[in-house]
T-cell receptor, first 107, second 114 residues
Framework: RKEVEQDPGPFNVPEGATVAFNCTYS??????FFWYRQDCRKEPKLLMS???SGNEDGRFTAQLNRASQYISLLIRDSKLSDSATYLC????????FGTGTRLQVFP | GAGVSQSPSNKVTEKGKDVELRCDPI?????LYWYRQSLGQGLEFLIY????????KSGLPSDRFSAERTGGSVSTLTIQRTQQEDSAVYLC????????????FGSGTRLTVV
């Protein structure tokens, strides 16, 4: 079993839609959790750290469920510019990423 | 510099040759990672440096791969006797306080082995 697993998608959603991604992790000792955004042929950029209490940044909400060992990312009111691959990462003794979930927002 | 700098940005090499990839992390960042990303794939962990601790080399795919970090700053990733399957983008990331700030990535080195 992979340490971090994501649905590769693609998720094709219309502008204005709400979309959610989950990411499961296998190591219960994982301490830190992150969502990164990666545009085509670019480096990943930090979108949000994920805190135990959950956190929100504008249209983006991240949550952590330790009991079920997953993190989620909710994007509200999707924009065309949200089209990208979203990578989740967990940091136990090293930072490991999932393979990413591709989001395509269409007009 | 303001960000993580990697060089070269592109490298084309012949099969069997050695290559050296360089990463200049953000000044003061104690943690440094190397990842490999093949076309359309996720980030494959290669090696992790944290301060003066022994590096975690558990992700290096073979003994042709090695990395060092001199003076806790610049890091070089060396691939000996390159093979075509080594073709990928090699990404470096650094951080000072990951829990608070996550990791900052460089723009990567695109390696093509012909």
């Amino acid at each position: 079993r992979k340490e971090v697993e994501q649905d590769p998608g693609p998720f094709n959603v219309p502008e204005g839609a709400t979309v959610a991604f989950n990411c499961t992790y296998s190591n219960s000792a994982s301490q830190s959790f992150f969502w990164y955004r990666q545009d085509c042929r670019k480096e990943p950029k930090l979108l949000m750290s994920v805190y135990s209490s959950g956190n929100e940044d504008g249209r983006f909400t991240a949550q952590l469920n330790r009991a079920s060992q997953y993190i989620s990312l909710l994007i509200r009111d999707s924009k065309l510019s949200d089209s990208a691959t979203y990578l989740c990462g967990t940091d136990t003794d090293k930072l490991i990423f999932g393979t990413g979930t591709r989001l395509q927002v269409f007009p | 510099g303001a960000g993580v700098s990697q060089s070269p940005s592109n490298k084309v090499t012949e099969k069997g040759k050695d290559v050296e990839l360089r990463c200049d992390p953000i000044s003061g960042h104690t943690a440094l990672y190397w990842y490999r990303q093949s076309l359309g794939q996720g980030l494959e962990f290669l090696i992790y440096f944290q301060g003066n601790s022994a590096p975690d080399k558990s992700g290096l795919p073979s003994d042709r791969f090695s990395a060092e970090r001199t003076g806790g700053s610049v890091s070089t990733l060396t691939i000996q006797r390159t093979q075509q399957e080594d073709s990928a983008v090699y990404l470096c990331a650094s951080s000072l306080a990951p829990e608070a700030y996550g990791y900052t990535f460089g723009s990567g080195t695109r390696l093509t082995v012909v």
